[in-house]
């Protein structure tokens, strides 16, 4: 089972960015979907954006919420996949997982947006 790394998390004011990172232990050239995922206190995980097919240029989905501010991306060389978040919401503080193949699951990093 691929281990998964999350980092990049942190405090940002509302409208700042940051630049998640996700770092497998296998060739993700090997895994047919990775994907983001987040959990706020008191609520369900939910789907963010993921990216399947990578091997042949990948496919991208997101969800409604976050479409046109965040992208995910992958660097093949690197087994890192990455989610670039801008015009971040409070709403939008949680913890973000990695997942792959929707079986694998990193620890998280905590993303709060506040002022």
């Known amino acids: 089972q691929v281990q998964l790394v999350e980092s990049g998390g942190g405090l940002v004011q509302p409208g700042g960015s940051l630049r998640l990172s996700c770092v497998a232990s296998?060739?993700?050239?090997?895994?047919?979907?990775m994907g983001w995922y987040r959990q706020a206190p008191g609520k369900e995980r939910e789907l963010v954006a993921r990216?399947?097919?990578?091997?042949?240029?990948?496919?991208?989905d997101c969800a409604d919420s976050v479409k046109g501010r965040f992208t995910i991306s992958t660097d093949n060389a690197k087994n890192t996949v990455y989610l670039q978040m801008n015009s971040l919401k409070p709403e939008e503080t949680a913890i973000y997982y990695c997942n792959a193949n929707g079986v694998s699951w990193g620890r998280g990093t905590q993303v709060t947006v506040s002022s």
């Open positions: 990216i399947t097919r990578i091997t042949r240029g990948g496919s991208t």
């Open positions: 296998q060739s993700i050239s090997s895994i047919y979907v």
